[in-house]
């Protein structure tokens, strides 16, 4: 209902600190915690919180993924029902469709830990998953491969297809088209500039996006030797 934000977090400050999940209320600032989960030793020294990743189906209602489980919760009873399991699981790229009767998510083919954040995109080969949450099971909705990161999935307004957006290293963003029925994929638009986030309006007419632009300069120091010598 847009009346509130998800949001991962950490205590700040602390080089080993719990993870949890926070529901925010637009309208007044103030912070619920949902879940809270122990210390991790694996993740010292990582810069933010990448192994826990949610979406709110209702008010009731918590889908999410931590340490590759995805898992539906009932808040007010504690009740979980395990969706999938998968060490490749990205924690930030989940999707309720438009009906909330379904969960797009994605899952990497490789867990390779060398990365500083591995599970929170897909990451070069992988696939994209549809949950039913209505006990209908989960099924593989397509695969990607080659090289670059999706960090961004949604759905188009009628439930019909899914979104996502794929950047390439070297070449841009690009983004797909997915049959929800079908599986087939097709390119819809594509740019140079490297694109770090997108969300689509609620009549699927407009999308934002945000764009990460790096500027270098070279700069001369003059009469440098003379102030070393001082």
Request: aromatic share 6%; proline share 5%; hydrophobic share 35%.
């Amino acid at each position: 209902d847009g009346k509130a934000i998800l949001l991962p977090a950490r205590e700040r400050n602390r080089r080993l600190a719990g993870q949890a999940l926070y529901q925010v209320d637009v309208a007044t600032g103030n912070a619920t915690t949902l879940l809270e989960f122990p210390p991790d030793p694996s993740r010292l020294g990582l810069g933010s919180v990448t192994g826990i990743g949610g979406v709110m189906r209702s008010n009731d209602d918590l889908i999410y993924v931590h340490d590759g489980t995805l898992r539906q919760r009932h808040l007010p009873s504690g009740r979980e029902v395990e969706l999938y399991s998968d060490p490749g699981v990205a924690t930030r790229l989940l999707a309720l469709s438009p009906t909330g009767t379904e969960l797009a998510f994605a899952v990497n083919d490789s867990t390779d830990t060398v990365r500083p954040h591995p599970m929170r995109n897909l990451h070069d080969a992988g696939r994209f998953m549809i949950a039913s949450l209505e006990g209908g099971g989960v099924r593989e909705l397509c695969r990607v491969s080659g090289r670059g990161t999706i960090s961004n999935v949604d759905w188009s307004p009628d439930g019909r297809s899914v979104l996502f957006l794929r950047q390439h290293s070297d070449s841009g963003a690009v983004l797909w088209r997915v049959s929800r029925e079908s599986g087939d994929a097709e390119q819809v638009w594509e740019t140079e500039r490297k694109v770090t986030a997108f969300a689509l309006s609620p009549d699927g007419n407009r999308a934002a996006y945000t764009t990460l632009n790096v500027d270098s300069e070279v700069w001369v120091m003059e009469n440098l030797k003379s102030v070393l010598e001082r």
